[in-house]
T-cell receptor
Framework: AQSVTQPDIHITVSEGASLELRCNYS??????LFWYVQSPGQGLQLLLK??????LVQGIKGFEAEFKRSQSSFNLRKPSVHWSDAAEYFC??????????FGAGTTVTVRA | DTAVSQTPKYLVTQMGNDKSIKCEQN?????MYWYKQDSKKFLKIMFS???????INETVPNRFSPKSPDKAHLNLHINSLELGDSAVYFC???????????FGPGTRLTVL
């Protein structure tokens, strides 16, 4: 069975600074990888996904993620954060059996 | 137009009651899901239906019974509610296996 680890429970970053959220996965085959964002009191919104091809994936809101098979990682980055990026971020891995397994999430706080 | 909608948004009820949460998607997707997000924001899949057939049942107590009257709807009925059922329940849908899942806004269930 697949699993996802997000090592950072909480990250605080200054507005305008860069952000990197770590995600490590465990899955025997080629993974389908996702990053979702959940704003307070809201549902989950897809930021980006990786199925195959180019390992650097561009998403919405200026986010990107890089798939590194050798490190079993799919880290999310943003060059310059905005106060509206404060939210909970979830990394997820999907398999061919319709299952999506989520990490525990990383809370991002943006300070002025 | 709302892609995945859930009703109600909030549900407060007493222990022992029976309640239902409804989900509808207008994306034309074949697969629908129910997830539970606990107080620590951990997301776990509960059920998945593909074309009205149950394909994932993740060791959920049989007090929880999903019902899919058609491809666009997946409802969740919960009998004999317990305190531990308090959580946010998310519905999602996707076109096919390993495809992007689109989430509803969530239903916050509080059992008193």
């Amino acid at each position: 069975a697949q699993s996802v680890t997000q090592p950072d429970i909480h990250i605080t970053v200054s507005e305008g600074a860069s952000l990197e959220l770590r995600c490590n996965y465990s899955y025997g085959a080629t993974p389908y990888l996702f990053w979702y964002v959940q704003s307070p009191g809201q549902g989950l919104q897809l930021l980006l996904k990786y199925f195959s091809g180019d390992t650097l994936v561009q998403g919405i809101k200026g986010f990107e993620a890089e798939f590194k098979r050798s490190q079993s990682s799919f880290n999310l980055r943003k060059p310059s954060v905005h106060w509206s990026d404060a939210a909970e971020y979830f990394c997820a891995v999907g398999d061919n059996d319709y299952k999506l397994s989520f990490g525990a999430g990383t809370t991002v706080t943006v300070r002025a | 137009d709302t892609a995945v909608s859930q009703t109600p948004k909030y549900l407060v009820t007493q222990m022992g009651n029976d309640k239902s949460i409804k989900c509808e998607q207008n994306l034309g997707h074949d697969t629908m899901y129910w997830y539970k997000q606990d107080s620590k924001k951990f997301l776990k899949i509960m059920f998945s239906y593909n074309n009205k057939e149950l394909i994932i049942n993740e060791t959920v107590p049989n007090r929880f019974s999903p019902k899919s009257p058609d491809k666009a709807h997946l409802n969740l009925h919960i009998n004999s509610l317990e305190l531990g059922d308090s959580a946010v329940y998310f519905c999602a849908s996707s076109q096919s296996e390993a495809d992007t899942q689109y989430f509803g806004p969530g239903t916050r269930l509080t059992v008193l």
